[in-house]
């Protein structure tokens, strides 16, 4: 069975600015669910906020094994249960590929558990990609580095936790890096952040990225979903699994 990767797009600027249209005549989602869709092990679907529910209904994620997350101007319109339901999804098991500004989004930060935040400046400068850990699956067909010509650049210090594993870091033209290539483990899911993918510039449309995308893709899938990781199950007493016998002091009307 193929892998179901659902791109979620904020569909936004697409909508608001000429250069992004022109970029992107199909959408930002749609162009990202184009590329996926090169690899014959990806059945790609698109959603976006304006989409009931933002698109993220209990049986698009049910069909979802690897969720894509675009977003930048409308952060804040993202509705808090929509975000913990995503959440609650990555926690049992679904892949989560996080993107560019995607970085603010209520999801990542909810995830991280920090604020996210990093220095930044639109200038069109020449991104050049190191592939610091080669032998990652994420890497995979990819050189020792390969470069953006346009990028905005994004630059450290990046406020998030310790990763897993950095697979990419970036320089830009400024002088300013960055680590571009992120993965994380939360729960049972697998979450890689990708740095590149600025609106007004080309870059869903390079073939790197492309590879990057889909190999992301195939690296976070989970065919195991863990619902049991969201209870809090007792077990009384008669129910250890040695024999043991209640002492101390315990609130007699304890919460079941
Ligand atoms: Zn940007």
Known sequence: MPIR????????HEQKNKAVADNYPIGMHGQIAKLLGEDSNIVASTVTLQDPEHGMTV?????TDV????????????????VERVVERVWQGMGLIVLHSGHHSK??????????????REAGERERIWVVNPGHPIAKGLGE????????MYGEPFSVPEPLETVFVSWFQGGEVFRSGLTYRR????????????ETYPTYHDANVGKVLRN??????NAD????????????????????????????????
């Open 59 to 63: 049986a698009k994620l049910d069909e």
């Open 67 to 82: 969720l894509l997350w675009w977003g930048h101007a409308a952060h804040k319109d993202v509705d808090d249960a929509i």
């Open 216 to 221: 992301a893709v195939n690296w976070a899938f």
């Open 5 to 12: 990767a659902t791109v979620w797009g904020e569909n936004v």
């Open 145 to 152: 580095y390969f470069e953006l010509e346009f990028e905005e």
């Open 187 to 198: 729960g049972a899911g697998n979450i890689f952040y990708f740095r590149p993918g600025h």
């Open 107 to 120: 999801v990542f930060k909810r995830l991280m558990g920090t604020p996210a935040n990093l220095h930044w």
């Open 225 to 256: 979903r863990h619902a049991e990781l969201m209870k809090a199950p007792n077990t009384p007493v008669d129910k250890a699994i040695e024999h043991i016998v209640e002492r101390g002091a315990k609130l007699s009307h304890h919460p079941k």
